[in-house]
């Protein structure tokens, strides 16, 4: 079906995609802003994707059920690991993140290494398969997020960390094999930092979701449109709105 030119039959599923990472991205990154761990989605999210190189490359045929196994062992070990340290080394923490993202990348280049392939890989990994999202994947990503926010509520106040960043672990490697490692970092970031200044929570976080929709249905129609990668189109659309909200709320008495 297409109109002014746009493949809507493709766009749609896409759009249904990000909006189900919003759901969970957007309250999970308010929370992570709150902590000041801002580049522990970045670090869970790289984890995930070594997990999901590391079955890509292991030279056995892997079903899509084993693909997620792989990547949600990978990603809930790292939150279990990112738990201890912030235990142990809470003083540290931040740079112990920046260690770990940089050693997942890096980890992941040497694992994709003589891979004719490797190129394709690392863009899917990063900048994520949006526009080709199936029914099978909208339906897994629907279940998974509504564990996440199920979890979210169960546990509203975990005293023990390690909680929170497993239920992270558990969002984030659902949305990074369809929208990548940086559309992740900027469904979680971006929507929390236009919003810090509201008060209310709950309008925030409609506030955020807002914009996180539009963010995602403009980036997604200027994609089709100019023939631009999706991802990466789908970020600074996200940022150009995410200064708009600012903007507005600086100017807006709380």
């Known amino acids: 079906m297409t109109f002014l030119g746009v493949e809507w039959s493709i766009l749609i599923p896409a ?3 990000g909006i189900l990472v919003l759901t969970t991205h957007v309250p999970l990154g308010q929370e992570v802003l709150k902590r000041g ?3 522990i989605d970045l670090a869970i999210a790289q984890i995930a994707g070594l997990g999901l190189i590391a079955a890509h490359t292991s030279g056995y045929e892997l079903s899509g059920w084993q693909i997620q196994l792989v990547a949600l062992a990978s990603a809930l070990t790292g939150a279990v690991f990112l738990g201890w340290l912030e235990r142990h080394f809470h003083d ?7 260690v770990i993202f940089i050693l997942s990348a890096t980890g992941g280049l040497l694992l994709l ?3 004719p392939q490797a190129g394709e890989h690392l863009k899917d990994i990063l900048t994520g398969q949006i526009l080709w999202v199936d029914n099978t994947q909208l339906t897994l990503l629907a279940v998974i997020s509504a564990v996440v926010l199920s979890l979210r509520y169960v546990f509203r106040n975990p005293k023990n960390n390690t909680v929170f960043y497993l239920i992270f672990a558990i969002a984030v490697t659902a949305s990074v094999q369809l929208v990548g490692v940086y559309l992740v970092f900027s469904s979680l970031i971006i929507p929390a930092l236009a919003t810090r200044r509201i008060t209310s929570i709950k309008k925030r976080t409609i506030i955020g979701l807002s914009l996180g929709a539009g963010g995602y249905f403009f980036g997604l129609l200027l994609s089709v449109v100019w023939d631009l990668p999706s991802g990466s189109i789908i970020v600074w659309t996200l940022a150009a709105l995410g200064l708009i909200v600012n903007w507005v709320n600086r100017k807006l008495p709380y």
Request: glycine share 12%.
């Open 15 to 17: 759009f249904i995609a």
């Open 37 to 39: 761990i801002i580049f």
């Open 92 to 98: 540290a923490l931040e740079a112990f993140i920046g």
């Open 113 to 115: 290494a003589g891979n």
